[in-house]
Nanobody
Framework: QVQLVESGGGLVQVGGSLRLSCTTSGRTFRLYNMGWFRQAPGNERTFVAAISRGGDSTYVADSMKGRFKISRDEVRRTVYLQMNSLKPEDTAVYYC????????????????WGQGTQVTVSS
């Protein structure tokens, strides 16, 4: 079993940047593909980005391509989400999660989840 803790959320103005972190403990981090999702109030949890074991492959949802970047640090057992040019519609709780198979984007394809970190973009 793996435990995940997100951090780095906060209040930022339109056009600003944030870097979210997801630190893991427990089972070996390198075994997992990792992903980020987000959920705005009243909405479903949706896919943001994913990174493969070892970090060779990444995938970002179309609406966030060019603004968001996912990366991982094997030594720190941490996955990051760099978010630039933030918009009010990026306001949500952001979650990280583990996946056995890279390239999946459904919530059901991800196993362990963190508790989330709130991102609020003010206009």
């Amino acid at each position: 079993q793996v435990q995940l803790v997100e951090s780095g959320g906060g209040l930022v103005q339109v056009g600003g940047s944030l870097r979210l972190s997801c630190t893991t403990s427990g089972r070996t981090f390198r075994l997992y593909n990792m992903g980020w999702f987000r959920q705005a109030p009243g909405n479903e949890r949706t896919f943001v980005a994913a990174i493969s074991r070892g970090g060779d492959s990444t995938y970002v949802a179309d609406s966030m391509k060019g603004r968001f970047k996912i990366s991982r640090d094997e030594v720190r057992r941490t996955v990051y989400l760099q978010m630039n040019s933030l918009k009010p519609e990026d306001t949500a709780v952001y979650y990280c999660a583990t996946s056995e198979i890279f390239g999946r984007t459904r919530v059901a394809d991800f196993g362990s989840w963190g508790q989330g970190t709130q991102v609020t973009v003010s206009s």
